[in-house]
């Protein structure tokens, strides 16, 4: 019922999303697997968890726009870069819009626009954003990230 509440989906492409969104081995290993209840507001899971389990909503659904604001804020570094890995991979032909402060995150992107005090003041490939040495480029530089770090030539 989490993952598809009108029962249109075998279980098997239950299984495929929830290791997609590296959320297998711990519905394994609920009593209950598959038929687990997740409780009002998701209190019997972790934040993360709860983040994992809408993308593996957006992953059954094939949803063709993914709006993802801060989705991988409540995870741990290295299981945000195997959903990212995820995301990348199992979204490459829809539109992804995403709200992130961790820019790793965003770095491989067509484009990113970057607010200041709610104004746009720069939107443009990272690249050339990196290029620019705008505040993007500064956002970047004070989070440790570097061009050979975390910046790929698209």
Sequence with gaps: ?????????????????????HLKEFVQSLPQKLLHEISEGGE????????????????????KILILDEATASIDFETDNLVQTTIRKEF????????????????????????????????????????KRGLFFDMLTEAGITQDSGAKNK
């Design 44 to 63: 019997n899971l972790s934040v993360g968890q709860r983040q994992l389990v809408c993308l593996a909503r957006a992953l059954l659904r094939k949803t």
């Design 1 to 21: 019922m989490n993952l598809d509440p009108l029962d249109k989906y075998p279980d098997h492409e239950l299984w495929e999303v929830l290791e997609l969104c």
């Design 92 to 131: 490459s032909d829809c539109t992804i819009l995403t709200i992130a402060h961790r820019l790793h995150s965003i770095i491989d992107s067509d484009r990113v626009l970057v607010l200041d005090s709610g104004r746009i003041t720069e939107f443009e490939t990272p690249q050339n954003l990196i290029h």
